[in-house]
């Protein structure tokens, strides 16, 4: 028993008190647009984007395709690119995740007061990966743990759809799973609502141009809410989802 305890002492706390307010060093997010401009002519950095996320005059770059690979940077001759660890970049409309120099800050997550309401004290998710690589489909695992534990907020994964209020999607949605993604759907119960996690599910990523996807069920339903990144980081999960319940950490 004192061992446990001594064990328990030594490790301290290691839930993350406030996820809005945490500083994930080293991590890649939101891309930065400085005020230098572009060098007259130059495409280096939408040459090096392998998802087209990136567009010229005006620069301008899309989240939603944009994997953060950070091949753009260095190639910049300008440095007017560049990336900070801003993890809060989820958006509630598709357009919202568009990056310029007129709008160098996403649109923040809009408040819901109906979500409120109904999903505001208690939420079940059901992930489905439709094709997805597996790295998305590990951070919404960690959701769970003991460092971001969603479930202090009365969010928690569920292994049913018929237990479901959102269905969290992964994967770019390849043809050999959009029928079963859509069983998810018409199993889970109303009200209801899509969280597209990832490049690949808000896009198709760096598969969008496959014809090995199907991707009319995202046409069909649009998400509730898009959570950019590939892999997004769990804290960009957590700050989208309790903003647009209304949640206070």
């Not at 599910?201 to 990144?229: C, K, N």
Request: aromatic letters at 4%; charged letters at 20%; one cysteine or more.
């Amino acid at each position: 028993m004192l061992k446990s305890i001594a064990v328990r002492v030594a490790q301290g706390t290691q839930t993350i008190p406030d996820p809005r307010r945490a500083d994930p060093a080293g991590f890649r997010a939101r891309p930065v647009i400085g005020a230098q401009p572009c060098e007259a002519g130059c495409s280096a950095c939408a040459a090096a984007c392998p998802t087209r996320a990136i567009e010229i005059e005006p620069l301008r770059i899309d989240l939603g395709r944009c994997v953060m690979c950070g091949d753009c940077e260095p190639v910049c001759p300008s440095g007017t690119l560049s990336f900070d660890n801003d993890f809060r970049i989820a958006a509630t409309e598709r357009d919202a995740l568009v990056v310029s120099a007129a709008r160098p800050s996403l649109d923040p997550v809009k408040v819901s007061a109906a979500l409120h309401r109904r999903f505001g004290r208690s939420l079940k998710l059901r992930s489905v990966s439709a094709g997805g690589c597996n790295a998305c489909e590990l951070e919404v695992n960690a959701l769970t743990n003991v460092n971001f534990d969603i479930g202090r907020y009365g969010i928690d994964i569920v292994a049913s759809p018929r237990h479901a209020d959102a269905l969290v999607l992964t994967g770019p949605v390849t043809r050999n799973m959009a029928q079963a993604l859509q069983l998810c759907w018409d199993g889970m119960p109303e009200p209801k609502l899509v969280i597209a996690v990832g490049a690949c599910a808000i896009s198709g990523g760096l598969f969008a141009d496959s014809p090995a996807l199907d991707r009319s069920f995202v046409e069909r339903f649009t998400p509730s809410l898009y959570v950019p990144g590939c892999p997004p980081h769990p804290l960009t999960f957590i700050s989208g989802i309790l903003d647009l319940l209304g949640i206070d950490s």
